[in-house]
């Protein structure tokens, strides 16, 4: 089945450190890929949406120029967290479809998250 | 995408089945539903989907009433590794843009020895 891998697992650095995360398909190209964050305790929220080769959609209330996108490949996307601050701490998780196969109902699959904490 | 209500926790006996019910009133012609789980600290895991038949693969069945109004997830034999947040997402994919989930609070399901 198709795999999501997100690296890495968890961060820990000091306030004003921009941070990196990186999610990659690994046995299947991915023109489109999400990032979601979730707080303690909470649900999942839909962060943005990441398109290959050009520019991502941002939900609602999410800085765009906080939380940078790039999707250069067909099978990866990285989301970095510029000057990160302790509100940033939170679980992100990417996600990817993939395309191939009839009836467009193809599930989406879930990288094991990032945990970043920002001292 | 139509909206999802779940109870928000449950216990299942060890060995025994978990029957996991999902309401979607208001569920559209074209959209499936979705069933993930989250264990604790992971990512949510892809568990099964359909549109009105009964499903079954090899970590489920989901059986979707005839109106397609609520469904029930079922694991046959739970174990202790089940435990974990449930969701059901009712979704009809467009393509691109407009193919992020939107999760509900799920629901709790705790195995028990």
């Known amino acids: 089945g198709a795999v999501v891998s997100q690296h890495p697992s968890r961060v820990i650095c000091k306030s004003g450190t921009s941070v990196k995360i990186e999610c990659r398909s690994l046995?299947?190209?991915?023109?489109?890929m999400f990032w979601y964050r979730q707080f303690p305790k909470q649900s999942l929220m839909l962060m943005a949406t990441s398109n290959e080769g050009s520019k991502a959609t941002y939900e609602q209330g999410v800085e765009k120029d906080k939380f940078l996108i790039n999707h250069a490949s067909l099978t990866l996307s990285t989301l970095t967290v510029t000057s990160a601050h302790p509100e940033d701490s939170s679980f992100y998780i990417c996600?990817?479809?993939?395309?191939?196969?009839?009836?467009?109902?193809?599930?989406?699959?879930f990288g094991d998250g990032t945990r970043l904490s920002i001292l | 995408d139509a909206k999802t209500t779940q109870p928000p926790s449950m216990d299942c006996a060890e060995g025994r089945a978990a029957n996991l019910p999902c309401n979607h009133s208001t569920i559209s012609g074209n959209e499936y539903v979705y069933w993930y789980r989250q264990i604790h600290s992971q990512g949510p895991q892809y568990i099964i989907h359909?549109?009105?038949n009964n499903e079954t693969n090899e970590m489920a069945s989901l059986i979707i009433t005839e109106d397609r109004k609520s469904s029930t997830l079922i694991l046959p034999h739970a174990t202790l590794r089940d435990t974990a947040v449930y969701y059901c997402?009712?979704?009809?994919?467009?393509?691109?843009?407009?193919?992020?989930?939107?999760f509900g609070k799920g629901t709790h399901l705790i195995i028990q020895p």
């Open positions: 046995d299947f190209q991915a023109t489109t």
């Open positions: 996600s990817a479809r993939d395309y191939r196969g009839a009836g467009g109902n193809q599930p989406q699959h």
């Open positions: 997402i009712v979704k009809m994919y467009s393509g691109g843009g407009a193919d992020g989930l939107t």
């Open positions: 359909g549109l009105k």
